[in-house]
């Protein structure tokens, strides 16, 4: 009798082990839920495609501000587009495999040029009665900016067998930057930004009264 | 300046309620720039006599804003168990970093200055031409 006894009571004590286990993961699970989300918000609406919520944002902090005073003088913009295509491939067996992460962005951006006239100096304005002659510095780059609402990318494929890099998708928004700018300055927005330059001075000046008028780009 | 962006997506079911949706905190650096759009000075804005100069200018407006990708940065990104990562959050983020500093700049009076350092650089410029009288008004905005 007491060699049929000892199995049983070994089920029995193993059957309370498993229960007691499963108790604790329901419960665990179940306290996420209940600490989690009810006392803070009602359960979410049931509706046929839950994925695509909004975002909440939580404050957000602007921990350094600084404000400081500015002579640019912007005269051409330049709209472009920049198409970025990238992959990440992992270092290891994995290679072999195919497996990778691949993306296309079609980053829409704007570049501004024009001068930096707190670079003129005394000596490159001068005037003598009705003659004026203005010795312009450099055009330069005066902003890179990209447009996050048209911005997008056309293709993501990933994979669950590589972990993701958080830096990533900013190299490639970097990237993007960088190529709008560079594709700006290759169509020739400095080339603009001093002809246009030229044109408003000479004109500003004429309207003050100077009749013979110089505007000199370096 | 620098913004802190932190965002989360809502748990769409119930899965994503016990373990987790998508987060991302980032770390953005951004600008503003105000000031005056001068194509939109007209004929009737400038008056000169003699040594006296009369100039009216625009209302200051916001010239370009934006955020900067070399300094902007991803500090934490956490996805929920077997959740497919959101592609948009990080855009997302990033379209409201630049919206955040744009806020920012209005509520620090970015036009105010802007009006301020604008008709101190055109008075030194117009006094450096010659002007002796020199007159700046700035149009309120429509």
């Not at chain 1, 839920?33 to 495609?49: I, K, N, V, Y």
């Not at chain 1, 472009?80 to 951006?109: M, S, T």
């Not at chain 2, 720039?33 to 001068?38: K, N, Q």
């Not at chain 2, 168990?81 to 983020?93: G, I, M, Q, S, Y």
């Amino acid at each position: 009798m007491s060699s049929n006894d000892e199995p049983k009571s070994f089920l029995g004590r193993y059957s309370v082990f498993i229960a007691l286990l499963v108790a604790i993961i329901l419960l665990a699970v179940v306290c996420r839920m209940l600490s989690g989300f009810w006392p803070l918000s009602p359960p979410p609406p049931s509706t046929p495609t839950p994925i695509p919520v909004p975002p909440t944002p939580t404050p957000t902090r602007v921990t350094i501000g600084d404000i400081r005073p500015l002579a640019e003088l912007a005269t051409i913009e330049y709209q472009a587009v920049a198409e970025i295509q990238d992959e990440r491939v992992p270092d290891d067996f994995r290679q072999y495999l195919g497996i990778k992460e691949q993306v296309l962005l079609l980053a829409y951006g704007e570049v501004k040029a024009g001068f930096d006239l707190s670079k003129l100096s005394e000596e490159d304005l001068w005037t003598d009665g009705t003659r004026a002659q203005l010795h312009l510095p450099p055009p330069e780059i005066l902003s890179t900016s990209i447009d996050y609402d048209r911005t997008h990318a056309v293709f993501h494929r990933g994979t669950l067998l590589m972990s993701r890099d958080i830096n990533w998708e900013g190299e490639i928004y970097d990237t993007a930057q960088d190529s709008i700018r560079q594709g700006a300055i290759e169509a020739g927005i400095l080339e603009d930004a001093a002809r246009y330059g030229q044109l408003y001075y000479e004109n500003f000046l004429r309207s003050l009264g100077f009749t013979e008028v110089q505007v000199i780009v370096d | 300046m620098q913004v802190v962006i932190d965002l989360e997506r809502e748990p769409g079911n119930i899965w994503q309620q016990a373990f987790g949706t998508d987060q991302l905190l980032l770390i953005a650096e951004g600008q503003v720039v105000a000031g005056f759009d001068l194509t939109k000075i007209e004929e009737d804005d400038v008056v000169v006599q003699d040594k006296s100069v009369s100039l009216t200018l625009p209302p200051p407006e916001l010239l370009y804003f934006g955020v900067d990708e070399d300094k902007t940065y991803v500090y934490e990104r956490k996805t929920g168990f077997l959740t497919k990562p959101d592609e948009a959050l990080e855009t997302e983020a990033r379209r409201r970093a630049q919206a955040e500093v744009v806020n920012w700049a209005l509520e620090h009076q970015v036009f105010e200055k802007a009006e301020e350092f604008g008709v101190f650089y055109l008075d030194s410029f117009l006094r450096s031409l010659g002007f002796t009288d020199v007159n700046i008004e700035v149009r309120d905005v429509e």
